[in-house]
């Protein structure tokens, strides 16, 4: 296989990973040696040095990592800003109110609780990473069962369910996300 198609393999493989990748690891998937996979690394990290590159590629240890560069913080930063603030409807915040709190919750028994259809709620839930099918009820219609995810405790500042605020009543579970 020629260089500029093993590099290419090996971009994908770094970009891919998004962590270090060790010299060892690359050249075993390979099948080269490890000083032809560093050689190849040491090319690629040449390459990304050009200006024209939005990437380069650092060493650490016996490992390489594929980053941006630093000269483009500034736009990665305003652009990623702009994309996080995607906000949630006060709708889909009630109905992951209820879930956090009743889960596992079919979508039928949320809609019970809100009186109303959350098709578009769960939809934009699940999206955003914050609940997940976790299983089927064993019934007619095989509803699914969501619960929330781990996204869910990192976007609220939470370490376990445990540390969400206590509620009451029932009623008190619709509006304990919409307060924050």
């Known amino acids: 296989m020629k260089d500029e198609k093993l590099k290419s393999i090996i ?5 891919a990973w998004a962590e270090p990748v060790e ?6 998937v390979l099948k080269l040696s490890p000083q032809k996979t560093r050689d190849l690394l040491l ?6 040095e050009n200006e024209s590159r939005g990437l380069r ?10 980053s941006t560069k630093p000269e483009n913080y ?8 702009t994309k996080n603030k995607k906000n949630l409807s006060n709708a889909s915040l009630e109905t992951l109110s ?19 259809k ?9 999206d955003f990473g914050l609940i997940e099918v976790t299983g089927q009820l064993d019934r ?36 304990s996300f919409l307060e924050e």
């Open 57 to 66: 590629l650092s060493q650490i240890n016996d490992s390489f990592q594929l």
């Open 43 to 48: 090319d690629l990290q040449n390459d990304c």
């Open 118 to 126: 959350c098709d578009s709620s769960i939809k934009s839930l699940v």
């Open 140 to 175: 007619i219609g095989k509803p699914n069962i969501y619960e929330t995810t781990e996204e869910f405790l990192k976007k609220f500042g939470l370490r376990s369910l445990d540390d969400l605020p206590s509620i009451e009543d029932e009623s008190q579970i619709k509006m």
């Open 74 to 81: 500034d736009f990665i930063s305003e652009f990623v800003s």
């Open 11 to 15: 971009e994908g493989i770094l970009f």
């Open 23 to 28: 010299v060892l690891d690359l050249a075993k």
């Open 98 to 116: 209820i879930i956090a709190y009743k889960q596992p919750v079919t979508k039928i028994e949320v809609e019970e609780i809100r009186g109303v």
